[in-house]
Nanobody
Framework: QVQLVESGGGLVQAGGSLRLSCAAS????????TGWFRQAPGKDREFVACINWSGTNARYADSVKGRFTISADSAKNTVYLQIDSVKLEDTAVYSC??????????????WGQGTQVTVSS
């Protein structure tokens, strides 16, 4: 069974940094675009970033450009999301997803369970 497993969430102070990981269970995922989404309490899920496995094409939501960096390590079947200068409004459940069409309106067929990121002041 194909799986995506997120890790790296937790409690972080505003201004700090953390790195989220999305580990894919199969090399099959190298043919997919992998994206990160987040859902804050009481809000709709929103697109954060996506990348292809070669790492040559990354896209970001305008709200996170300059602070978030997505990267892919094909040898480890893992996609990372580096979050710097964390803000209170970054508090959310972060989920990774994979599909053939990326971007905010892409088609993602596989989803992880999510990892909670909580930012404290």
């Amino acid at each position: 069974q194909v799986q995506l497993v997120e890790s790296g969430g937790g409690l972080v102070q505003a201004g700090g940094s953390l790195r989220l990981s999305c580990a894919a269970s199969s090399r099959t995922f190298r043919s997919y675009i992998t994206g990160w989404f987040r859902q804050a309490p009481g809000k709709d899920r929103e697109f954060v970033a996506c990348i292809n496995w070669s790492g040559t094409n990354a896209r970001y939501a305008d709200s996170v450009k300059g602070r978030f960096t997505i990267s892919a390590d094909s040898a480890k079947n893992t996609v990372y999301l580096q979050i710097d200068s964390v803000k209170l409004e970054d508090t959310a459940v972060y989920s990774c997803a994979a599909g053939m069409i990326g971007g905010p309106l892409g088609k993602y067929d596989y989803w992880g369970q999510g990892t909670q990121v909580t930012v404290s002041s």
